[in-house]
């Protein structure tokens, strides 16, 4: 199974520098593609002496995913008492490997991203209390969401409509189009296939545009924007890619 590395961080003793813990947090998950609410996410914690150290520490915050997500199956790690952390630690010479699973909440705020957040510690003398320790440091995480961003295009001949199919093509079952917008320059409409239409005004020429809205299941909606460009793009520069001609 492929293993993709969130962070990577170290805890370097200052009056001894050869005294150091290193940390790694990977998971199961592509940080670059988005989770959907639900889904279960399996860790990696890794964390790896060097020098002669009394005791190396590693700490997962617990505030930085326990508003978007729950912890499950734990090995080798374990929540403090204070609850505001999870704990792994080792000795000189033998890494320790803790791994945990997060599940997503099934609901989450539009905005949701679950982002870990690490702390390293060290006790290099004997003592009990840490003698190098590390700031918060958080790296890669995810976007929470139900389907990936939405967005398509279309250009339209002038005189003629624009025809949109194939929405949620490859989505899943579970996933409808639900709602489309007006636009500002045509008319929309929907055909009983799902293929979304747009007829420009005329003497319309130039860019449009108009939203719509996937049910991606459980009530959890996603909006997205299609882009038009009535006339001939060659003779309107602009960001617009793709041919979708019209009928």
């Keep these: 199974m492929s293993t993709f590395t969130l962070t990577g961080m170290r805890s370097v003793q200052q009056d001894n520098p050869s005294i150091v813990a ?4 990977r998971s199961t998950a592509d940080p670059r593609l988005p989770v959907e609410p639900g889904r279960q996410i399996d860790f990696e ?3 790896t002496p060097q020098g002669d150290g009394t005791r190396y520490y590693g700490y997962l915050m617990a505030d930085s995913f326990d508003s978007v997500a729950t912890i499950e199956n734990m ?3 374990s929540l403090l008492p204070s609850g505001d952390r999870y704990a792994t630690s080792t000795g000189p010479g033998a890494e320790r490997i803790a791994r945990f699973t997060l ?3 099934r609901h ?6 679950l982002v870990p957040v690490l702390r390293a510690g060290i006790i290099a003398d004997g003592g009990k209390g840490l003698t190098s320790t590390t700031f918060s440091l958080k790296n890669h995480g995810f976007r929470i969401a139900s389907l990936p961003p939405q967005g398509r295009s279309m250009t339209v001949v002038p005189g003629h409509r624009g025809v ?5 093509a490859g989505m899943g079952e579970d996933v409808r189009l639900v709602g489309v917008g007006p636009a500002r320059h045509g008319v929309t409409s ?3 296939d799902g293929a979304v239409t747009y007829h420009p005004f005329s003497g319309h020429l130039g860019y449009d545009w108009f939203d719509y809205v996937l049910d991606a299941g459980g ?3 996603v909006s997205g924007r299609v882009t038009v460009h009535v006339g001939d793009l060659g003779a309107t520069p602009g960001v617009l890619g793709g041919w979708a001609p019209g009928t």
């Design 22 to 25: 290193h940390m790694e947090l």
């Design 219 to 221: 009530g959890r909606l």
């Design 108 to 113: 989450v705020a539009p905005d949701a991203f």
């Design 45 to 47: 914690w890794i964390l």
């Design 164 to 168: 949109l199919s194939g929405l949620t």
């Design 190 to 192: 929907v055909e009983v």
């Design 75 to 77: 090995a080798g790690m």
């Design 103 to 105: 599940r997503v909440n």
